[in-house]
Every structure is written in C-alpha cells, then in structure tokens.
Nanobody, 122 residues
Framework: QVQVVESGGGLVQAGGSLRLSCVAS????????MGWYRQAPGKKRELVAS?????????ADSVKGRFTISRDNAKNAVMVFLQMNLLTPDDTAVYYC??????????????WGQGTQVTVSS
C-alpha cells in the first residue's frame, strides 16, 4: 500500500505562483511514476504533469512552460512538487497527487491523495 498526502493549495491572483507538495509513503518501491491531476467543477479529471522513477517528465499542453514537476527521494518517502507559475483562472481546480504502478505497457494510478484546492482570481 502507498499513502499519498498533498498540500500547498490556496488562493492566488492571476499571474501569481503556487507550489504544491506531495509525500508518498508506504510501499514506495512499487511506485513507477508520480503524477499531478486536477479536476475543475463540471470537468473531467485531467493529468497535468507526471514524472517517472527514471525522471521522464510529461506535461499537459495547457501547462507547458508554466508548470514544473520535480521529485526528491527520501529514505522512506517520495516527495513530488508542482511549481505553478503564471496562473490563470482556468487553472482553478482541485489538484490531486497520485502514485502509479506499471501494468504491462501502461501506468495505472492506484493511489490518490485527498486533493488540495487551487483558486486563481482574475
């Protein structure tokens, strides 16, 4: 089992920045990737950014050039960060951190945090 806890959301004005943090603990040796998802009201949950254990990184087109994902490995935890710059009201959503395991050819995000609200005012 993997436990995931994220933090760092809040209210920010358009053009501002926020940094989200996530800590994954438990069976971290089973984790193949970490990702940040978001879900805005009335919209589907979308993958914002992901980083594999090999440090391969992917971003949604909507955040490229503005968001940066990074990770640090501690002895018994994996820490993942999402630096969000040049925020716009369209970035308003609940942001979730998740841990994935590789199943055949796909990464499956099985473990989720509780979510943290990011609100960008215009």
């Amino acid at each position: 089992q993997v436990q995931v806890v994220e933090s760092g959301g809040g209210l920010v004005q358009a053009g501002g920045s926020l940094r989200l943090s996530c800590v994954a603990s438990g069976s971290i040796h089973t984790i193949d990737a970490m990702g940040w998802y978001r879900q805005a009201p009335g919209k589907k949950r979308e993958l914002v950014a992901s980083i594999t254990t090999g440090r391969s990184i992917n971003y949604a087109d909507s955040v490229k050039g503005r968001f940066t994902i990074s990770r640090d490995n501690a002895k018994n935890a994996v820490m993942v960060f999402l630096q969000m710059n040049l925020l716009t009201p369209d970035d308003t959503a609940v942001y979730y951190c998740a841990a994935a395991q590789r199943r055949i050819a796909s990464l499956v995000y099985d473990y989720w945090g509780q979510g943290t609200q990011v609100t960008v005012s215009s």
